[in-house]
């Protein structure tokens, strides 16, 4: 099997959780309503965000271009409104998130609603269990599926264990709700091993752990609630608001421990519907962030050990929706091993890679009712660099000249508003601080 161009690690964590897959078998199916007949042609989907992830303006795009009427909820700096075309579109709530989408919901009339981030997904839940509107829960369950599976949906722990009682490739896994269980799996589980914690995205909230001394540091740091700077930082750089909800709530991560496998991250996009996988892309990362962090760089594959994966977890808890899984692939036996879920939109769904492949045409046409349209692939190459990743992280990488670049070019406004630089950078006094203290850092090989 031939290994990407640059070999990292990614990780994930879990536990057992007994009755899980029965919970979901259970769940009444009236929760869940099949697609009414009277659907338009031209369905109504609603996309919600919390962060300002470019993969949400690039599904917008896409969903556009299917044929469905697109509606809009994201903070105010979000790129994706400088899209011209939503059919509703208005500003998060922070406080009280749950309280807008309600009102949202009912006014608009969405046929289907997609989240854009773990917090949307977090509200959306919330949503279910504090509303008192019966056609509202049934949207959420049926946007996202029967709420028996929303603590495993939120839960690295009950989503591997799930996987692992279905016979799936998952690593060794346990939740880490204090410090003797950690040195119980430290006695059992040598390092290098994973640490993670729940409602953490884009390799944020994940260490690879060397040592003892390194995960009982690791333990205590991670398991601290938002502090007051990291919040405001930001608010300041990022325009994030929702840091400070975090903050206000002091809420402590769950944290669970996932020993490592040796080989490189790939993942899976799933187009679903009420636990029928319609359309999927694979793909196995060739440069990413970080050494835990999401890719800039992919590989088009087809992986069928992923494909079952995904269809298995999506059919047993019922899923809907436009969602992603992450897989370790060992590079001695080419395996790939489940280690997490990221229940709402990634990257990979957003590119049209034709028939079968095509995840917001195909999740289009089963809202809509009618067979999905053979669209022309985005792009025939195999290597596709993330836009505005790639540049942004290196824009003298020789990929951008070999790869498929994808860039919205039919978005010029969309263009130009990824393409611009970061707060920080923008701003003098920002760039200059962060400047000095790059310089005040001790330099490799320094006895300091």
């Not at 640490?195 to 333990?219: C, E, L, N, P, T």
């Not at 029928?276 to 999401?294: F, H, I, K, R």
């Not at 992919?298 to 994966?309: L, P, S």
Request: charged share 20%.
């Amino acid at each position: 099997m031939e290994a990407p161009l640059q070999l990292t690690a990614a990780f994930q964590s879990p536990s057992v959780v007994a009755d899980t897959v029965t919970s979901a078998r259970l769940a009444s199916p009236g929760l869940v309503q099949d697609v009414q007949a009277s659907l338009s042609c031209h369905p109504h989907i609603l996309l919600v965000a919390a962060s300002s992830l470019a993969s949400t303006a690039r599904l917008a795009v896409e969903l556009h271009r299917s044929g469905a009427n697109v509606s809009l909820i994201t903070p105010p700096g979000h790129p994706a409104r400088v899209l011209k075309f939503f059919k509703e579109r208005t500003t998060h709530s922070v406080l009280r998130p749950w309280k807008l989408l309600e009102k949202c919901l009912r006014h608009w009339r969405p046929d289907a609603v997609l989240p854009c981030d773990e917090r949307t997904v977090r509200d959306l839940h919330e949503l279910h269990a504090r509303t008192a509107d019966r056609n509202i829960q049934s949207l959420v369950e049926q946007s996202l599926g029967p709420s028996s599976g929303f603590a495993t949906v939120r839960s690295r722990d009950r989503l591997l264990s799930l996987a692992r009682a279905l016979g799936l490739r998952v690593p060794e896994s346990t939740p880490v709700p204090d410090e003797a269980t950690l040195d119980v799996w430290l006695r059992q589980q040598p390092a290098p091993f994973v640490m993670k914690a729940d409602g953490s995205w884009a390799g944020f909230g994940v260490r690879i752990i060397s040592d003892k001394r390194a995960a009982h540091q690791a333990w205590q740091q991670m398991r601290q609630p938002t502090a007051f700077y990291m919040a405001a930082r930001g608010l300041l750089l990022e325009h994030d608001a929702f840091g400070l909800r975090s903050w206000m709530q002091g809420e402590h991560p769950v944290l669970s421990v996932q020993s490592y496998i040796d080989g490189w991250p790939a993942n899976i996009g799933v187009a679903c519907w009420q636990g029928e996988v319609l359309a999927t892309n694979c793909a196995e990362a060739v440069a990413t962030l970080s050494a835990t962090g999401p890719s800039t760089v992919a590989r088009i594959i087809q992986n069928n050990e992923m494909v079952h994966t995904a269809n298995a977890i999506v059919r047993v808890l019922g899923l809907s929706g436009l969602i992603g899984f992450d897989f370790m692939v060992e590079a001695a036996t080419g395996h790939a091993y489940l280690i997490e879920m990221n229940p709402r939109v990634t990257p990979i769904c957003t590119i049209p890679l034709g028939m079968g492949h095509d995840l917001p045409e195909a999740f289009t046409a089963r809202l809509a009712g009618r067979a999905p349209q053979d669209r022309p692939s985005r792009t025939d190459q195999e290597i596709i660099a993330y836009f505005p990743d790639t540049w942004r992280q290196d824009s003298s990488n020789r990929l951008l000249q070999t790869a498929f670049h994808d860039v919205p070019w039919d978005q010029p406004d969309l263009v130009r508003r990824l393409m611009q630089p970061d707060v920080i950078d923008r701003n003098f006094i920002l760039r200059h601080v962060r400047l000095l203290r790059r310089q005040a850092l001790p330099r490799p090989g320094s006895a300091r």
